[in-house]
């Protein structure tokens, strides 16, 4: 989940003024304007991917006074201190993973479940973790009533992910670590890859994790902002209290 201080948003009064939700065919437009200028102008050439994020109606995952602006190019809040990405950098870390539809994806920080409903439309199967208890419970039910019945939500450490579902084709973790978690690349599966930012709590930069047999590969994409990722084997909450 993006870090929301990364982008300037409007003034709350400007986001709360509007009368009303838009008409389908706005949401449409927008989610259409998207994808050409915000994802596709910047690289992102998989055509799979770009369906996919046409696919899926962002402004389902965030809250209702920010409905209108779930298009924008910057991450929004979706309550707990926590963001639904920036549109762009779902669309790259997805890319990163060259999934094919056959695949068992694993994704950590499940936020809003915007990302785990991309991911699953373009894999066999999707399960997520999040270490905010309301947050995977609104989760699992938005994604339940839209009908993403390929993706399973849990509460808890992603950090550990799920040893007991492992090995996973393709790992995405959706929040900072100071270091790829060492328990998340053991669950990697042979010909696998894993997308993660890395660095400090505040700017990291996207990690591209190949597995081949026992050999890993680590390629570094690109800069980032995402909120500190939480648990055994990433930031201790006690440091942002």
């Known amino acids: 989940m993006s870090y929301l201080k990364d982008f300037h948003l409007k003034p ?3 986001a709360c003024d509007s009368s009303g939700d838009l008409a389908p065919s706005e949401y449409e437009a927008a989610r259409r304007s998207m994808i ?3 994802i596709h102008r910047r690289g992102v050439n998989d055509a799979a991917v770009l369906a996919a994020m046409s696919a899926v109606p962002r402004h389902e995952f965030v809250p209702a006074e920010f409905r209108r ?10 309550g707990d201190g ?9 669309a790259a870390m997805t890319a990163a993973l060259s999934l094919k539809g056959t695949e068992r994806v694993l994704e950590i920080g499940a936020g809003c479940g ?7 439309s373009l894999a066999r199967e999707v399960i997520t973790i999040e270490y905010r208890g309301e947050l995977a419970t609104a989760a699992a039910e938005r994604l339940a009533r839209m009908g993403y019945a390929n993706v399973h939500v849990h509460c808890g450490d992603g950090t550990l992910g799920l040893p007991e579902l492992a090995p996973f084709h393709a790992i995405l973790v959706a929040a900072g670590a100071p270091a790829p978690p060492v328990p998340l ?3 990697l599966a042979d010909g696998g890859r894993m997308i993660v930012p890395v660095g400090g709590i505040e700017n990291q930069e996207l990690h591209l ?3 081949t047999r026992d050999t890993f ?3 570094v994409l690109e800069p980032c902002r995402f909120v500190p990722l939480i648990g055994a084997h990433g930031w201790k909450e006690s440091s942002f209290r």
């Open 12 to 14: 709350w009064k400007d």
């Open 36 to 38: 050409e200028t915000q």
């Open 69 to 78: 602006r779930a298009y924008e190019d910057a991450p929004l809040p979706i």
């Open 82 to 90: 926590q963001t639904i990405s920036q549109p762009y950098i779902v």
């Open 114 to 120: 915007y990302q785990a409903a991309v991911l699953a």
């Open 185 to 187: 690349v053991a669950q």
């Open 209 to 211: 994790i190949e597995r």
């Open 217 to 219: 590969r680590t390629t």
